[in-house]
């Protein structure tokens, strides 16, 4: 069967809400719980319809306790040796992400 354009609404509907959900977070950064929850919403959406976040929304929340992040509340950001050391202050994660050059990476 070709593929039919509701599957690829369905994901573009989800895609949106994802985007929505992200938002939501941002504007209600200042309660986390709220801000949270969205986020947790969003991630559920993205995994029941193996959609990947974009790379902004992946940096928004820590992967490993869900908190979204505040820069300067609960997250600390540091530039070391070529690296972006991402760090929650919630649960003391730390991510590092090298600084890209090349903007038109692979996805
Ligand atoms: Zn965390």
Redesign the pocket.
């Known amino acids: 069967m070709a593929k039919s354009e509701k599957g690829a609404s369905v994901k573009q509907i989800a895609r949106e809400r994802i985007g929505i959900l992200f938002d939501r977070a941002h504007e209600r950064r200042d309660e986390p719980a709220l801000a949270n929850r969205y986020v947790s919403l969003a991630r559920e959406i993205s995994m029941r319809q193996r959609l990947r976040l974009s790379k902004e929304q992946k940096r928004s929340f ?6 979204y992040f505040v820069p300067g509340k609960n997250l600390r950001v540091r530039i070391q040796h070529g690296k972006v050391i991402y760090t ?1 202050q ?4 730390v991510v590092r992400v090298p600084i890209q050059k090349n903007t038109n990476q692979v996805r």
């Open positions: 820590c992967r490993s306790c869900g908190a929650c919630e649960c003391g994660n």
